[in-house]
């Protein structure tokens, strides 16, 4: 068996030389022309400043024996080079939104230690030497096999470059340990995105109210709020300030209650988030508590996860419970349509006025 390619590691100043020397192509034969936006090509550039993995290249090399040329045609990777050489001839400015140290500044106003990391930035590349053009159309339908479906919040992260997606990533990667650890996701359902969809879902309900966790719902709000999230620095900073309540509240148990499945988990984040901020559009009585509030806030979530045990003991039993009218209408919301802005409020409110009893006794 002959290997029908090299891997080889390529620093943006080797592209930037073939490129002067006139060695680089860059027009995408073989893939479908795409323009980046500005946010698009930030994010490339900030992720090469915090020195984090790009997705390989694929680059056709051969010579001309005539000429002693070599000829270096991008194959699959052409946005991002053409974004870095863009930006080391200060084509563009870095976002703010993106990196606030060096947001609003082209290449040329970075410091030169930072400029030198970038050049010397090493992309990862599949050398495809004297592949003919059949060849490589053959070698992306076999990748393309192997590719899985991308799932709503990976399209999200292809697609969107700006604010919102920017304040969603960033709590991801902070609360990462809290979700895993809480068995609220695995390792697993975290690299398929689901936690930074769920952040997504609660960032925005903190900005404009409980919402149907749907995908155009999502889609939406990130259309809306790619060039500016507003109040997006308190609002992480109240995300930040909910979540340790939550830890607070329950210490070591919520991996075992209820409340770690994101059916409830999303209603007692609006709950917890309402009593101590507001939460638009929500009509519960709001009432400040304190960390000596916490063991007896504790005790009621007790409650509501003994409730739902009691619930579904009965039904496994082919039992009859009885129920409060109230009761009755949370646990229906939680057991079906749960996805639901009508349901989602209900359980937020239950568990709201739960506490609320509390701290007024």
Known sequence: MQQAFRTRNYSIRDFEEWNQRGELV?????????VWSDKARSYLIDTILRGKPIPKIYMRQDINPETRRVRREIVDGQQRIHTVLTFIKNGFKISKAHHEKFGGKTFGDL?????????KYEFV????????????????????TYSEKLKNQELRNAKWFGDFKSSVYLLS?????????????THKTILRMAEAEFISDLLLAMQEGIQPGAKAT??????KYDDEFPSRRIHEKRFRETIDTIGALFGDRLEDSEFSAIRLFYPLFCAVYHLKFGLPKMRSTRKPFK??????????????D?????????????????????EKRFYDAFSVHWVHADKRTILAEFICKKLTKSLSG
């Open 218 to 223: 999502l889609d939406s709000a990130y259309r």
């Open 291 to 304: 960390i000596s509030d916490y063991p007896k806030m504790s005790v009621d979530l007790e409650g509501i």
């Open 173 to 185: 990667k902070e609360f990462y340990s809290f979700f895993v650890e809480n068995k609220v996701f």
């Open 125 to 144: 590349v599949d050398l495809l030497e004297d592949m003919p053009d059949n060849e490589i159309y053959d070698l992306f339908a076999r990748i393309n």
């Open 111 to 119: 410091d030169k230690d930072t400029q030198r990391d970038i050049l």
């Open 306 to 326: 003994d409730l739902l045990a009691r619930i579904k003991e009965a039904e496994a039993d082919h039992e009859d419970i009885t129920l409060s009218a109230e």
């Open 26 to 34: 860059l027009q995408p034969k073989f893939q479908r022309r795409e």
